[in-house]
């Protein structure tokens, strides 16, 4: 994502605005001059995250790592008839493979048992085991666990896909957790909500960068940039060691995207900004490894390589569709004098072809989407150039590939609703084709908007803190009519309640990412309306009246007392 001194510039706040924001309540003062544009320059520029100052002993170190069944359990990609089963038993005297059993029930205590199997792992998958469970009802919760030998991993809730007839949806929405920076308290929050259909991750699910490069909270392993098949996969178990992220795992299916950070920061399909040709390998072998890894460790049902982008059916009320706008068919970042190039583009040919079709596919009257970069605009106003783009490698870099998205849209006139994660900071906004344009926009009627995008603040990584926060909310608004809601300073995520009449986005945001900073409280709701593009304030939505039981032995918070 763009640096944060590059967004104080072009939104005419400067560089001296950073000073305000020392000591504020996310503890961040400023560092000094940086180069825009990376991640690493967030650090630099001072809105980086450094020790929770209720702690004075340090970084905290890397957990053990456990021997059995440690990593937790996790499920993910729901259809209606299946679901994918994860865990990982790495064995304390490793053959060369080994056998683990699954069972799968409609009850948290396993006495109604539906399905059983064995899995063969070994080294060359890293010991995870991953199994794409059929035959199942739709619309149905169910319990598993893992054995080996004597041996079982916790017990894990997940969901089908509903089929036929449904009136109302409920997921968790989350995007952007550095683990260098903080506790994941979001996902506790998330696993704890036990009437949600699922969690819908936008990216960003690991990050690549070594200790100190980017936060310095905890430490990571290893502790040097990841590069290399073992390197990526030697931080996602860091990550899955996390109690947190185990719980929100045990308890909800997930549907996962990556963004940039699970390869290296700000990615496109031929390199990325934070990859060197040389002196840090070959990119495509780079990739190929980032790839294999999160193939391996999320509870992702396989294509062909690298291909994530696919679609799920929630009975009659939802079409979700997850693109790639980061790896798959992106071209290069540019200068905003290319950015109307209409050869350039975030998905590919093939990508956009398909994507069109699914748009028109079938008669849920919803179609949701997630991806990864923000597809409206953020402009800033400057007196020469007029409304000026922000952020270069969200879709206002790549503005004919926005204009063939919006011709999708258009295809089926409305019920469209963005997700998307990647800028740490909660948005909702109209989406059209010009915002300051009056013959093609009215902010006032809502005439000439194209769908809503609603953009989840990060678990963890660090926003814009304090009056610098303030200041970017405020310009944001003031240079862009159609952006109705913009929170800079708080992390969170987003509940989105899918019913026939409207979908609703309930904003949560969380008190900051040290211990005893875990309380959490709805900032703000917007909805639309069925068939009509419009966003308004919502008075929020409630928690169905009764939800199946949460899977037994969450895993304990003591990772936050030292």
């Not at 009850?107 to 199942?136: E, M």
Request: net charge negative; aromatic share 10%.
């Amino acid at each position: 994502m763009v640096g944060r001194r590059e967004w104080l510039k072009k939104t005419g706040l400067g560089v001296g605005v950073v000073a305000l924001g020392c000591g504020d309540d996310d503890g961040i003062a400023d560092a000094g001059p940086a180069d825009a544009g990376t991640d690493a320059a967030v650090a630099d520029a001072g809105f980086d995250a450094g020790f929770d100052a209720g702690f004075d002993a340090g970084p905290v170190p890397v957990p053990d790592i456990p021997f059995g069944f440690g990593f937790g359990v996790a499920s993910g990609d729901p259809l209606a008839d299946a679901v994918i089963l994860w865990t990982r038993y790495l064995p304390e005297t490793p053959p060369e493979t080994l056998d683990v059993d699954w069972t799968v029930a409609r009850d948290a205590g396993l006495a109604d048992v539906v399905q059983t199997g064995t899995f063969t792992t070994g080294a060359d998958r890293d010991w995870t085991v991953k199994v794409d469970v059929v035959g199942l009802d739709p619309g149905t919760t169910y319990y598993y666990q893992f054995a080996m030998g004597a041996e079982s991993s916790p017990i894990g809730r997940t969901r089908t896909a509903p089929a036929g007839s449904i009136d109302r949806l409920r997921f968790g929405i989350v995007s952007c957790s550095s683990y260098a920076h903080g506790y994941f308290h979001v996902y506790r929050h998330l696993a704890e909500q036990a009437d949600l259909d699922g969690i819908l991750h936008l990216g960003d699910y690991i990050y690549e960068y070594g200790d100190g490069e980017f936060g310095g909270f905890r430490q990571y392993d290893p502790p040097t940039e990841i590069l290399t098949l073992s390197d990526y996969r030697t931080r996602y178990q860091v990550y899955r060691l996390d109690p947190d992220l185990q719980a929100v795992h045990q308890q909800h299916p997930f549907v996962c995207i990556w963004d940039d950070h699970e390869t290296a920061n700000n990615a496109w399909r031929g390199g990325a900004e934070n990859h060197t040709p040389g002196v840090e390998g070959v990119w495509t072998e780079r990739i190929a490894a980032a790839y294999q890894a999160y193939i391996e460790w999320m509870p992702i049902r396989e294509q062909e390589e690298l291909r994530i982008w696919r679609s799920f059916e929630y009975g009659d009320l939802m079409q979700l569709i997850m693109l790639d706008t980061r790896v798959w068919g992106r071209d290069e970042q540019v200068s905003a004098a290319m950015r109307n190039d209409d050869t350039r583009t975030l998905l590919g040919a093939d990508q956009e072809a398909w994507f069109a079709e699914r748009m028109e596919a079938g008669a849920a009257p919803w179609r949701v989407i997630g991806q990864q970069v923000m597809l409206g605009n953020w402009d800033s106003t400057d007196e020469e150039e007029g409304f000026i783009p922000i952020n270069l490698d969200q879709w206002d870099g790549y503005t004919p590939a926005r204009a063939r998205m919006f011709d999708a849209f258009e295809s089926i006139e409305d019920n469209v609703v963005v997700l998307t994660g990647d800028i740490h900071s909660h948005w909702a906004m109209e989406l059209t084709r010009d915002p300051h344009d009056a013959e093609v926009y009215d902010a006032a009627t809502s005439s000439g908007s194209l769908g809503v995008e609603f953009v989840a603040s990060s678990v963890t990584s660090p926003g814009a803190p304090g009056v610098i926060g303030m200041a970017l909310e405020m310009s944001a608004l003031e240079a862009n009519p159609h952006i109705r809601y913009v929170n800079f300073r708080m992390r969170g995520y987003i509940v989105l309640d899918i019913t026939r009449d409207a979908v609703t986005a309930d904003y949560w945001i969380v008190d900051g990412v040290f211990a005893g900073e875990e309380s959490q409280m709805r900032a703000t709701s917007y909805r639309v309306a069925a068939g009509t593009n419009r966003l308004e304030e919502s008075e929020g939505t409630t928690a169905r009246a009764t939800a199946p039981e949460l899977a037994p032995g969450a895993p304990p918070r003591d990772h936050i007392i030292r």
